[in-house]
């Protein structure tokens, strides 16, 4: 018995050191995050992109901050947006928007805290500050 626990032991101890430190389950307030900057990101390139249809022009902004509680009224308005059905893009983009809007009202509803209900602050992003090496 005694070899078998010291080999589970040992096993153990290199499974957590092999795994990086970082290696924590995701919760609800770090796949919101991700996912929004995700989103956040895809729109910019979509916005930026020479390929796309004229109609993306015309879309509703898409500048998210999920600790602003005009988030889900943003969300909302993206995915019910009429147009750009053709776009296969804008159509994957508004996918997302809705799995986060999902996520937000439904799997996260009591874990997140909405700090401002600015809803002017979501037509302007605001620059990441510069990071200085």
């Known amino acids: 018995k005694l070899p078998t ?14 795994l990086p430190a ?5 919760t609800c307030y770090s796949r919101v995050l991700s996912l ?12 930026t992109s020479k390929t796309v249809d004229s109609c993306v022009e015309a879309l509703p902004r898409l500048y998210l901050d999920i ?9 909302r308005d993206f995915v019910a947006y009429p147009g750009c059905d053709r776009v296969v893009e804008v159509n994957e983009l508004k996918e ?10 439904s799997y ?15 037509e302007i992003p605001i620059s990441p500050p510069i990071e200085h090496s």
């Open 5 to 18: 626990m010291k080999a589970l032991l040992l096993l153990a101890a290199l499974l957590s050191a092999a």
């Open 22 to 26: 970082s290696a924590a389950p995701p």
């Open 36 to 47: 929004s900057k995700e989103i956040t990101e895809s729109f910019k390139e979509l916005q």
């Open 67 to 75: 600790h602003n509680y005009c988030v889900l009224a943003k969300l």
């Open 96 to 105: 997302k928007a809705r799995s986060l809007y999902t996520i937000l009202i």
């Open 108 to 122: 996260c509803r009591r874990d997140l805290v909405f700090l401002t209900d600015d809803c002017n602050a979501l």
